[in-house]
């Protein structure tokens, strides 16, 4: 492990181990540990933080994608409009559903969606569109609003954004130990715009029944477990400050100078830094510079969804997607958490100064 970690979750949660252990203490001495009244409690709290009527806890992010994809009615046939720039999920749970991934080319800027690109492959066979609010940035998407299609955010990496769960009438988010707000463990959400989808998800999570002895649906054994629902209680009282943390931590690499070295993530209001990704030409060697100094760095996508061995039958080829194929060759995430220390930050820009002035 490197001496400075590309993330530090326990530096997040560190403080708050008394207050973690009396929660589970109160899970263990209630027995009840399926469907409790932690996860009851989460789900109104999570609701109410997000802005949205109803909210469904559920195993893990990817089985938040396939429930809601099944609560939308998409399977063989369909088509869902996604980025090949993001994480496996996204496009995995598309085809679990038997379903077309239909990749769209991304915003050099934003690295999110180009939504005239998703507009151009639209057909009478596009079912849904799956926007991901990438690295923390909340896509805006009254543009594709327009388009009369259902929306589904994956909003894995972007618990607590600025706009976030506002237009899709259902959002995905992943707890997965290294998110903005995050578990002890796995763990996922759907936030519903719509009580009838929020009601046909919490029947699919539990085998498709209310009260295990009559089953209405083919379902899921997904959900969220109440020990972690207790602890995510906990930690949703502190999202906030965290990610406000995470934004002061982005500002300070820009006033380090970063800048002058390679292309920053433009900020914006919403933004919540589920990851510091960077962009250059040189990313190669600012990493072999970072790995030579003992601090953590990741390049994510490298080989983008639509280039995946297991997405071959989709029939995409190298050169179809080229901003997403530069993004995938140029990004870089730095270290980013909430409260990283400013002489880590100092640290990490100086390194990668050092291997810019080498290379001048």
Not at 189 to 197: G, M, S, T
Not at 227 to 241: H, K, N, S
């Amino acid at each position: 492990m490197p001496e400075i970690p590309l993330v530090d979750v326990k530096a997040q949660y560190e403080r708050l181990i008394p207050d973690i252990q009396e929660r589970l203490r109160e899970v263990l001495d209630s027995g009840v540990f399926i469907l409790g009244p932690n996860v009851k409690a989460f789900e109104r709290e999570a609701a109410e933080h997000l802005g949205v009527p109803r909210t469904v806890g559920v195993a893990n992010g990817t089985d938040a994608l396939v429930l809601a994809l099944d609560a939308l009615g998409i399977g063989p046939g369909d088509e869902v409009i996604c980025p090949s720039f993001t994480f496996y999920a996204t496009a995995e749970a598309i085809a679990r559903r038997g379903a077309t991934p239909v990749f769209a080319d991304i915003d050099p800027a934003t690295l999110n969606l180009d939504p005239e690109d998703v507009a151009a492959r639209v057909t009478e066979r596009t079912r849904a569109l799956m926007p991901v609010h990438l690295f923390g940035r909340v896509m805006p998407l009254a543009g594709l609003a327009e388009l009369g299609v259902p929306i589904l955010e994956d909003a894995a990496q972007a618990f607590g954004a600025e706009g976030v769960a506002r237009l899709g009438v259902l959002s995905t988010f992943s707890f997965f130990p290294t998110k903005n707000l995050f578990a002890l463990g796995d763990g996922g959400l759907i936030a519903a715009n719509d009580e009838e989808l929020a009601d046909r998800i919490t029947l699919l999570r539990f085998h498709g029944s209310k009260d295990k002895k009559d089953f209405e649906a083919v379902g899921y054994n997904s959900r969220l477990d109440e020990l972690q629902a207790a602890v995510l209680r906990l930690f949703l009282g502190e999202a906030d400050g965290w990610n406000g943390a995470r934004r002061e931590a982005a500002a300070r690499y820009e006033q380090l100078g970063l800048g002058e070295l390679c292309e920053l993530p433009p900020d914006e209001p919403g933004h919540v830094y589920h990851m510091y990704v960077v962009r250059s030409p040189e990313r190669d060697r600012f990493a072999e510079a970072l790995a030579a100094a003992e601090i953590g760095h990741a390049s994510y996508y490298v080989t983008p969804l639509h280039l995946q061995p297991a997405l071959r039958y989709l029939g995409w080829k190298e050169g179809s997607l080229p901003e997403t194929e530069r993004a995938a060759r140029e990004n870089l995430a730095l270290p980013m958490w909430a409260g990283i220390p400013a002489e880590t930050q100092d640290r990490v820009v100086a390194t990668i100064r050092e291997a810019a002035a080498v290379r001048a």
